[in-house]
Nanobody, 117 residues
Framework: QVQLVESGGGLVQPGGSLRLSCAASGSIFSANAMGWYRQSPGKQRELVAIMSSGGSSGYADSVKGRFTISRDNAKSTVYLQMNNLKPEDTAVYYC???????????WGQGTQVTVSS
């Protein structure tokens, strides 16, 4: 089992910034991918950004140039720096940890991000 603890959500004005953190604990494997997904009311959960333990990363087109994913493998922690936030970024953001070999994934409890003036 892997436990994920997220932090950093909140209310921010358009154009503002937030930094999300997600710390993993438990049965951590060296080959893994950690990422962020989001879900807003009435919509499916969508990938925001993902980074493998080897450093490869990917982003949704809607956040490219504004969001940056990073990770500290020693701390099993992934971060999402979100800049120039827009109202359409409002959603519950979920951390995901996936074991690359088995494909087994785990989810955090989610953290609310609200972008509003």
């Amino acid at each position: 089992q892997v436990q994920l603890v997220e932090s950093g959500g909140g209310l921010v004005q358009p154009g503002g910034s937030l930094r999300l953190s997600c710390a993993a604990s438990g049965s951590i494997f060296s080959a893994n991918a950690m990422g962020w997904y989001r879900q807003s009311p009435g919509k499916q959960r969508e990938l925001v950004a993902i980074m493998s333990s080897g450093g490869s990363s990917g982003y949704a087109d809607s956040v490219k140039g504004r969001f940056t994913i990073s990770r500290d493998n020693a701390k099993s922690t992934v971060y999402l720096q979100m800049n120039n936030l827009k109202p359409e970024d409002t959603a519950v953001y979920y951390c995901n940890y996936r074991k690359i070999v088995s494909g087994i994934g785990y989810w955090g409890q989610g953290t609310q991000v609200t972008v509003s003036s």
